[in-house]
Each structure stands twice: as structure tokens, then as C-alpha cells.
């Protein structure tokens, strides 16, 4: 090989490595529209009359895988949808670890719990009431959403480049306490994370809040990502070539406000990226590895069983709570153990300057105040909503207290709840346990 043809291989290797220089991490993108191609049943709302009627924007399944080195890789998904299920998760996470050898604690799925994107079975079954073609619509789209959550994942991990990620925190108020009890508690913290190449130019922005994507109510039948996708579409217009992700805080118990019209939805997601934008221009940490990642399953439990109760309500007048006792007598009679609950929780440690503490479901506030509360020198983005979404994990305070997010949303969940006392115990357990097997001190 001539002089000159081997200095002209070398010089493409020596250009990647100086512009590798000084990051200590690859980070891919992948992103993918999911809007559905047919009418189907919106989630969330047990008033709603029919099924989509079109849609505002589209959709989106997004990854960002971040790599330390060739082994060390931690992926996060975000999904435009109100919960993802247990069967997508299990079956994604199966499909990337034979591909990439990315472990469950290596993977976060969050979901934008947008009430205007279509059912995911079978959480929430206790809701709806499908004809046999309305069931087939939701059974072909969740098959189609597992197989573009892959392949946002492979288009991330082919796409690694050298980045610099820095952290913040800004503050939004739209997210207000909707339970109407004397506690009014929220979280208007608004961490965020800037992903950008060594000259500086944003990549990716992730973005988190703990408010219920409901500006929307039932009379929408549009397919519409809620304030959270308008604040997407926001960030991306304002950083062209950038991709925006949401991930939703412990907003269980948080409704925003103002609501009920596109226009609303509209307004509250600018506020989103106008607080996204502030925090970017104000101070801002790197971001430096090692990262380490735990994940566990508690199992939550459920007070004994009233079995005399359910063949009660399988007479009741009321289609949803005769729904409920359908499915627990049926998983009853096959011999399930529906006493226990698993409970996903996991945590993504970046040396000591982000935490991002990922919890399923649908999570109180109280969980995020108190979780900051106990671990003041770790920078914590808590994240509720992570892998699946298959209830409410109320505090004891709001077990106590009793209403919507304790006791009656278990009805549409098709769960034979509420939780027994112990409920926060048990949470509480499993979230030191991980932050524990990522190093984080109390
Ligand atoms: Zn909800």
C-alpha cells in the first residue's frame, strides 16, 4: 500500500477521533411516528361515545440509547400513549437483550399518559366494552407499537455519535393537586437534560413534569400527544434538527390547569418548553459516567379477598364494576394469584450528578417530594409512569385518605384493590434497595 493511500485511510480515523475528544459518552436518537391508520378507541376516559375520529399531530415512539463504552449502553424510550403494558415491555426488553445484550435495568420506558392515543391492552380493560372488530383494531396496533418501539431502538444504537450531556432543573405551575382534600401538594420541578455535539449544537432535550396529561377530556376524539406533545413540537421548532422527550414525574394526583380545550392543551404545552428554555439558559452541570443501573420488582399486596362480594357485582347495575368482578372471578377461578402485584422500580445513576429514579404506574406526588427529601445531595429526576402502567401507587397519606386515586380508579383497572396499608412501605423499599445498587447515599 503507497504512502499516500494509507495516510488517506488514516486521516477519516483520525478525524473521529478528535472529534470524540472530550466526551465521555455516544448518544444515539431514534424516533418514529405511531399514530394509528384506522379509527380506534381512545384510553382514559370511561364517558367517551366512540372511537377516533382522525387526529391533531401525530404520535411518536422516541429512544435515546446513552453509551459509555461498547458495554455499556442505557436506553430510554418514550411513548406518546397512556400506559404502556406488562406484555410490551417484557417482550421489547426480551427482543433488545438478544440483540444488543441491554439489561432490564439498562432499559427505561415512560409513557406520556396522553388520554388521546389509543387503548393498550389489557390495562384499563375494566373500562371498555369492544365489539369484536373494535378489539382487533387494539390488539393489531399494540402488536404494531411493540415492533416500532425495536425499531426506534435500532435506529438509536446504529446511530451513536459522541455528545455532551449536561443536566438542569427549571419550574412550571400548571400542574395543580386534583384531589380537592385539605393536602394540596405538588411538584412543580422541571428537570432537564441537553444532549449536544462537542461544538455545542442541541441534539436532544429530555424534559420532565409530574401533571396528568389531561388538558383533553372526553369529548376529544382526535389523536393528540396532549400538552406534553405540543411541547415536543415547541422544543423541536425552537432547536431545528433536535429531538424533544417527555418524561412524565409522579403526577398521579395532578391535574393541569387551565384545561379542556386543543387550544388549552396548546397554551400548557408552551408553558412546558418555555420552562424547558429557561432552564437551558440558565445553570447547567455536566453530566459525567460511570453509570450504574438497578432494577427490582416489589410485589405489592392486596387485602384478603371478599370472594362473596365480587358474585355480588357480577350482578350490579353498573357495567364497570360488574366488569371488575368478571375479570377477578375468572382470574380466580383459574387459579391466579391475584393477592400479590408486581411493581416495577429502577434507577439510572450517572456518577454522582443525575439520578433518574423510573417508577411504574401511575405515582403520586408524594413519592417524588419525599424521595428528594430523603436523598438531598443526589440530583434526582423522578419519573413515574416507567415500564407499565397498570394502576395507581397511592402514599398511605391518600390510601387513608380514600377517593379516586386510592380506591375507585382500581374498578377501571380491573384490580381487586385498594392496596393493603403497607403499600408505601413496600414501594419505599424497593426505591432505596435500587438506589442503593447504584451507589446513591441517603
Ligand atoms: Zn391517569
Known amino acids: 500500500m503507497s504512502r499516500i493511500l494509507r495516510n488517506f485511510l488514516f486521516l477519516p480515523l483520525l478525524l473521529v477521533a478528535l472529534t470524540s475528544w472530550g466526551s465521555d459518552f455516544r448518544v444515539g436518537i431514534g424516533r418514529k411516528t405511531i399514530t394509528p391508520e384506522f379509527p380506534i378507541w381512545l384510553n382514559g376516559y370511561a364517558a367517551r361515545q366512540t372511537a377516533s375520529e382522525g387526529k391533531s399531530y401525530d404520535l411518536w415512539a422516541k429512544a435515546l440509547v446513552i453509551e459509555e463504552n461498547p458495554h455499556s449502553k442505557v436506553v430510554i424510550v418514550t411513548v406518546d400513549v397512556l400506559g404502556l403494558s406488562r406484555e410490551i415491555t417484557s417482550q421489547v426488553s426480551d427482543r433488545v437483550f438478544k440483540k ?13 399518559h396522553t388520554h388521546a392515543a389509543p387503548v393498550i391492552w389489557p390495562a384499563l380493560s375494566g373500562m371498555f366494552n369492544f365489539t369484536p372488530a ?13 415492533d416500532d418501539i425495536v425499531t426506534v431502538i435500532d435506529m438509536a444504537v446504529a446511530g451513536l455519535v459522541p455528545m455532551e450531556i449536561e443536566c438542569g432543573h427549571g419550574t412550571a405551575g400548571f400542574g395543580m393537586n386534583r384531589r380537592g382534600t385539605a393536602v394540596t401538594v405538588s411538584d412543580p420541578d422541571v428537570p432537564i437534560i ?37 411541547a415536543m413540537i415547541e422544543l423541536e421548532k425552537v432547536f431545528p434538527g433536535s429531538t424533544a422527550f417527555f418524561i412524565t414525574g409522579c403526577g398521579a394526583d395532578q391535574g393541569p390547569v387551565p ?7 396548546e397554551q400548557n404545552g408552551k408553558t412546558l418548553a418555555d420552562a424547558v428554555q429557561k432552564a437551558l439558559a440558565g445553570n447547567l452541570h455536566k453530566v459525567r459516567p460511570p453509570i ?14 371478599d370472594l362473596d362480594q365480587y358474585q355480588k357485582d357480577i350482578l350490579s347495575d353498573d357495567f364497570y364494576v360488574r366488569n371488575r368482578a368478571k375479570l377477578i372471578l375468572e382470574a380466580f377461578n383459574k387459579g391466579w394469584d391475584i393477592t400479590r402485584f408486581p411493581y416495577p422500580v429502577q434507577a439510572i445513576r450517572f456518577n454522582k450528578d443525575l439520578t433518574i429514579l423510573g417508577m411504574g404506574g401511575e405515582v403520586v406526588v408524594d413519592y417524588s417530594l419525599n424521595m428528594k427529601k430523603q436523598y438531598p445531595d443526589e440530583n434526582l429526576f423522578v419519573a413515574g409512569y416507567c415500564s407499565e402502567v397498570t394502576c395507581y401507587i397511592p402514599s398511605l397519606r391518600i390510601l387513608k385518605e380514600g377517593g379516586y386515586e386510592a380506591n375507585s380508579s382500581m374498578i377501571f383497572y380491573g384490580l381487586p384493590g385498594p392496596f393493603s396499608d403497607n403499600v408505601e412501605d413496600l414501594v419505599t423499599a424497593a426505591i432505596h434497595k435500587v438506589m442503593k445498587g447504584t451507589g446513591a447515599k441517603k
Open 100 to 112: 444488543y445484550g441491554i439489561t432490564r435495568s439498562q432499559l427505561l420506558f415512560n409513557s406520556s
Open 134 to 146: 373494535e378489539f382487533q383494531a387494539v390488539i393489531r396496533y399494540n402488536h404494531q407499537l411493540t
Open 194 to 230: 441537553r444532549f449536544s455535539t462537542p461544538a455545542g449544537k442541541i441534539q436532544a432535550i429530555l424534559c420532565g413534569y409530574a401533571c396528568h396529561n389531561t388538558t383533553l377530556g372526553p369529548d376529544n376524539t382526535l389523536v393528540n400527544g396532549d400538552y406534553s406533545g405540543y
Open 259 to 265: 384545561g379542556g380545550t386543543i387550544e388549552l392543551a
Open 292 to 305: 450504574r443501573t438497578d432494577f427490582t420488582t416489589a410485589n405489592l399486596e392486596f387485602p384478603p379477598m
